[in-house]
């Protein structure tokens, strides 16, 4: 059973370029949430997605946007980097039908020159 | 608000049992989890508590008292590779959806 997977694990872009980062959600969970960890920091919420809609938001900008596909599977997208951007992104997932489960992926760790 | 404290740093020896405390002030509460996290890698899922009271997991427990906004993680037994960053976060609901509010992580070295 696979757990949470994420895609790139790694990636190097420049200021003013754009970025997707992808999730697969836990087999049996409907739900994908994205966090930001700069370094040395907790985890911050960014969105949460279920049904194919966004849920729940976070403090970020506009820059920042997702979607969740029919298959649970969602990506994260981010416009116009800015360096401060450089993090490690998270996805979690869960289920509606568990609320003491929440696991996350290995994230994607983004660099921004 | 949301406000999560925990301690910066720990340092305790192999064998020897440790307790990280974590306070918080949230508006709105639904359960805290905690979370093993080693440099470079993903959070993992060590405990959540929804009740007040102690739950056991092996050489790890967790405590949860709601009316005092405080937990702790107590790790019994340390080992080596339990040197980590230990996260607290308290989950809300809100619309229809949930989030993690976390602390910062207490960053516990474990030495022989």
């Known amino acids: 059973d696979a757990g949470v997977t994420q895609s790139p694990t790694h990636l190097i872009k420049t200021r003013g370029q754009q970025v997707t980062l992808r999730c697969s959600p836990k087999s049996g969970h409907d739900t994908v949430s994205w966090y930001q960890q700069a370094l040395g920091q907790g985890p911050q919420f960014i969105f949460q997605y279920y049904e194919e809609e966004e849920r729940q938001r976070g403090n970020f900008p506009d820059r920042f946007s997702g979607h969740q596909f029919p298959n649970y599977s969602s990506e994260l997208n981010v416009n116009a980097l800015l360096l401060g951007d450089s993090a490690l992104y998270l996805c979690?997932?869960?289920?509606?039908?568990?609320?003491?489960?929440?696991?996350f992926g290995e994230g994607s760790r983004l660099t921004v020159l | 608000g949301q406000n999560i404290d925990q301690p910066t740093e720990m340092t305790a020896t192999e064998g020897a049992i440790v307790q990280i405390n974590c306070t918080y002030q949230t508006s709105g509460f639904n359960g805290l989890f905690w979370y093993q996290q080693h440099a470079g890698e993903a959070p993992t899922f060590l405990s959540y508590?929804?009740?007040?009271g102690l739950e056991e997991k092996g050489r790890f427990s967790s405590f949860l008292s709601r009316s005092k906004g405080y937990s702790y993680l107590l790790l019994k037994e340390l080992q080596m590779k339990d040197s980590a960053s230990y996260l607290c976060?308290?989950?809300?609901?809100?619309?229809?959806?949930?989030?993690?509010?976390f602390g910062t992580g207490t960053q516990l070295k474990v030495e022989l």
């Open positions: 976060a308290v989950i809300t609901w809100k619309g229809g959806g949930n989030k993690l509010t």
């Open positions: 508590n929804v009740l007040d």
């Open positions: 979690a997932s869960s289920s509606t039908e568990t609320t003491g489960e929440l696991f």
